[in-house]
């Protein structure tokens, strides 16, 4: 017997290929042997994924050995299925693919059988699994896919691939989900199912629910879309996991419906729920904590005026459920933080009331939402944290700034600084509570609303609390004394506003130094409509001209378009009509253009407030007529 042990590599190869060209003309081979099989293909596949490199015998004709020639027609079927599944369980998964494809392409009836493509696709998928990078992976899945299509195409009987491998397939597809294409690539398997004749091979539930994760996992922007229409196709009986998914998918996506879809998934859960509780059968349809917050945190992100009221009635539903008995589920503080939220970027106070109008649209009552919620919140034993605290301040400012929602801005403005002091309490109590300067700026904001006296006595207690602080995180900012300039601007009180605002800016400036602050030009615009909001005068027009030549002389600053629009404003209300008024606002809109700050605010206004023979002189007759026939201003304004 000939030991390969005491022949090289390349002497083997030699002999083979001559044996080969033995073969091929019909001559036996003096030493073809069984036993050089092994050490020759671990070789050939070496060289077989190197194009360049090539082998040259003593015999001139060997070149690049295919592995169909390794499998000899009188090979043995086992023998070679048995090599498939070596390579397969030492995760070689190109050699072991390589052996198949091979092994398919022989003209006599030795074919691959079950277990051979099996172990061939457990392999790719354990690669898949185990792969350093999402690209490794999703190559790995690829071929695996690729193997369950070929098994499926192969017209003997026993190679169909099962169901539990569509579905591993489909798992890890849903691995990957996060790769693009990776979600198309499972809904691509799932219809080859789909259009299965075989009752044996047709998706199952778990089949669904594998490529609805994929969706409800991946970037894809609608992925709540492609995850309904599946979903609405499903003709077998559909499980929790079906609705936990579907809520998952709509409320991760950006879509525009996405809350509303996400809600009305969980709706037929508690449907089926209530069914499932009447009939004694165990409550599987029960919606998880997970659940409840995907659907709120989607709401706080939906774009829909209505958005506050349809978060509230989730809680609702939660609440309901639990009376009821049909969950002893309750609401956490994070579901409260989201509804808390919600109305703070709605602007909205009120909350959903059913009435039997017939009108489907949500009708809010004033009702004060937010002080339930936060009484909710106590009567749980919960301490409300920042974003709880903040949302409910921001709700307040939000409707008292919001003209069709206050009557009169300063009762909701006053509770929203009732809560910055409840917040501040509740730092001695928890350390989930935190003060800073933007909640003080928030209820401020508030305040800016009313033209009230009260509201500048309460803005100056807010600003000396500020600046008294020992707590830096609380310390005044240029956006700070620019609200207190606004609310001392538009008060109706005696004040003179002139001495008032000088004095607070020379506050603010010296208050920012000490804080390793500077201010910003927002701050000096508040200063000129503060001084322009005093008894018209030329005198008092001189000092909004010196505030401009002050930022003209700053480091710190710019002046922009808003700062000639206040100009311009105060050159209409503190000068007297006639040719010194004029001459101002000459003088002020051709220094923004030289500046290039014109912008459509700023031209509407100098249109607004100056004679027609000014406009048509500074504006009409530099602009200059496009294609179109549009008039349109200097390029260098």
């Given at each position: 017997m000939i030991s390969r042990c005491h022949i090289s590599?390349?002497?083997?190869?030699?002999?083979y290929a001559f044996s080969k060209s033995l073969q091929i003309s019909g001559k036996k081979c003096p030493f073809y042997h069984p036993l050089l099989?092994?050490?020759?293909?671990s070789k050939a596949v070496r060289w077989e994924s190197n194009k360049s490199r090539r082998f040259n015998s003593s015999f001139g004709w060997f070149q690049q050995v295919s592995k169909l020639e390794w499998f000899g027609d009188g090979k043995d079927s086992s023998e070679m299925n048995k090599l498939v599944l070596q390579y397969a369980k030492e995760d070689k998964n190109v050699?072991?693919?390589e052996c198949l494809v091979a092994l398919e392409q022989r003209a006599d009836e030795v074919f691959p059988d079950l277990d051979a493509y099996s172990a061939v696709l457990n392999a790719w998928l354990r690669q898949s699994e185990n792969a350093e990078n999402a690209d490794d992976a999703y190559i790995a899945v690829e071929k695996a896919t690729g193997l369950l299509f070929r098994m499926r195409d192969q017209s003997k009987k026993g190679l169909k691939p099962s169901i539990p491998q569509h579905n591993a397939v489909l798992e890890a597809w849903g691995r990957i989900s996060q790769v693009k294409g990776s979600p198309q690539q499972s809904q691509k398997v799932l219809e080859e199912m789909e259009h299965e004749h075989s009752i044996n091979c047709k998706p199952t539930i778990e089949s669904y629910n594998l490529v609805l994760s994929s969706w409800a996992g991946s970037q894809?922007?609608?992925?709540?879309?492609?995850?309904?229409?599946?979903?609405?196709?499903?003709l077998i009986p559909k499980n929790d996991k079906t609705y936990r998914i579907m809520i998952q998918a709509w409320s991760h996506s950006k879509e525009v419906k996405a809350a509303f879809r996400a809600t009305g998934h969980l709706m037929k859960m508690l449907r089926l729920l209530q069914e499932q509780h009447a009939k004694g059968e165990t409550k599987s349809m029960e919606p998880t904590v997970e659940n409840y917050h995907s659907i709120l945190k989607a709401w706080t992100e939906a774009r829909d005026k209505h958005a506050a009221g349809k978060a509230f009635n989730v809680l609702r539903l939660l609440e309901d459920t639990y009376l009821k008995r049909y969950s002893d589920l309750q609401a956490d503080l994070s579901m409260y933080r989201f509804i808390l939220q919600t109305h703070a970027r709605s602007k909205v106070l009120g909350e959903p009331v059913s009435e039997d109008s017939g009108d489907s649209s949500l009708i809010m009552t004033h009702a004060p939402t937010i002080d339930k919620l936060l009484s909710k919140i106590w009567d749980r034993q919960y301490v409300p944290d920042t974003v709880c605290f903040a949302s409910a301040i921001t709700t307040y400012a939000n409707c008292a700034v919001h003209e069709s929602l206050a009557d009169d801005p300063l009762p909701l403005a006053k509770r929203a600084e009732e809560l910055l002091q409840e917040m501040v309490k509740s730092t001695l109590r928890s350390d989930t509570v935190e003060v800073a300067t933007e909640h003080y700026n928030t209820v401020l904001r508030a305040y800016t609303a009313t033209k009230r006296e009260e509201a500048v006595d309460a803005a100056f207690k807010l600003l000396d609390t500020m600046e008294n602080s020992s707590d830096n995180r609380i310390w005044p900012n240029s956006t700070t004394y620019s609200l207190v300039?606004?609310?001392l601007t538009k008060s109706e009180s005696t004040y003179m506003k002139v001495e008032e605002g000088e004095k607070l800016m020379s506050r603010a400036l010296r208050q920012l130094r000490n804080y390793g602050a500077k201010p910003d030009i927002f701050l000096y615009n508040a200063l000129i409509r503060a001084i322009a909001s005093d008894v018209p005068s030329e005198r008092t027009f001189r000092k909004t001209l010196q505030i401009l030549r002050e930022i003209h002389e700053s480091k710190d600053v710019e002046a922009n378009s808003e700062t000639f629009y206040c100009l311009l404003e105060a050159s209409a209300s503190l000068l007297e009509t006639g040719p010194t008024q004029f001459g101002a606002m000459e003088k002020l809109f051709s220094h923004a253009c030289d500046a290039g700050l014109i912008d459509r605010p700023l031209l509407t206004l100098f249109r607004s407030i100056s004679p027609p023979s000014i406009f048509s002189r500074i504006v009409v007759d530099a602009a200059k007529?496009?294609?179109?026939?549009?008039?349109?201003?200097?390029?260098?304004?």
């Open positions: 590599t390349s002497t083997r190869l030699r002999r099989w092994d050490g020759f293909f050699e072991s693919q894809e922007h609608l992925r709540g879309s492609a995850a309904q229409e599946i979903f609405e196709r499903i300039l606004t609310i007529i496009d294609d179109d026939g549009t008039r349109v201003i200097p390029t260098t304004w």
